[in-house]
């Protein structure tokens, strides 16, 4: 069954999961600018980033025959800097001319504190000037629920398109307040702090297919690429058919993605169903 | 040297709280099937044990190492 993992940190994971992932069906992965975990302090850090994601790291890929893709942005938990912040921003343009970044993203909040709003709000209205897609993340935990409110007053805000926004890490207390909202929402499966694979299927049997993602967001921390697979075989033992898991799976990253048109990777349909 | 008692859990609230998520999760996924095949429940020994099995960890005067016999011992039932 072909897979597409939507949120994916490579530069943090070895060539060894490229492989294991294109045996298992991954046929391509999205890498949104991530928090390197320390606080960056140099606008020119993030620039060799973006170049690596943008430029070096859909090479790796390609050696596994994995397509490659990014986005770029200033992660949530240095938007304390304000100066730096606005320096990375004035940057951003540049790589979303490359021609495997999909977006900006993943923007968001942490402590949802006023600089992380403020920078959400410069990285949202400079995803729409340029027509762009928009990754969002919501905070880890016991900041999770007021974070997630937070971002969507703080979209209720803008002038935006919302089915161009995919609102991640959502878990049961919060995914329906972003579907109801319009926006995409995803669920990242980790192995001890978000969502798990088999809350996961719960959450997908409960509210449909519609506007859901599943990723993994494997970094360089407690994760795990292949808990995506552990959901796609939850969801198949549950008596989910391959073709439904193909919508989920491989399609609606297609559907999200694909409104951007440097996604080329189409929705499939499988003859016959198993 | 032993583990202080905030230790314990600043070291493993993290997947406490994830096991209680799965266990919350389980019986939310029971419940949707019982109202989703559109009858009452019929008398499941399974979900009485885990139910049982919740009160003994809400007790709170349990001896050391109590709450866990308790359980096996619970569990042996079925």
Redesign the interface.
Known sequence: MQIIQPHYHAIARTAQDYERMAMSGVVAVCEPAFWAGFDRRYPETFIDYFAQISEFEPTRAAQYGIRHFCWVAVNPKEAENKELTKDVLQAMPEFLQKPTCLGVGETGLHKSTPNEIDALQAHVELAMKHEQLVLIHTPH?SDKLHGTKTVLEVLDGLDIDRSRIWIDHVE?NTVKSVLDAGYWAGMTLYP??KC?P??AV?IL??YGKERLLVNSSADWGPSDPFTLQECVLEYKLRGHSTQEAIEIFHNNPCRFLGQNPKWNILPVRIDAQS | MMLKPHQILDTYYLEARRDLLELAALFDRYDAAVKREGSSPRKEEKHDILHRALLYLADSDSSEGGRTNALLDLFSEI
Request: aromatic share 0%; hydrophobic share 20%.
């Open positions: 935990l049961e001890i702090t798990s088999r809350r719960d049997e409960k």
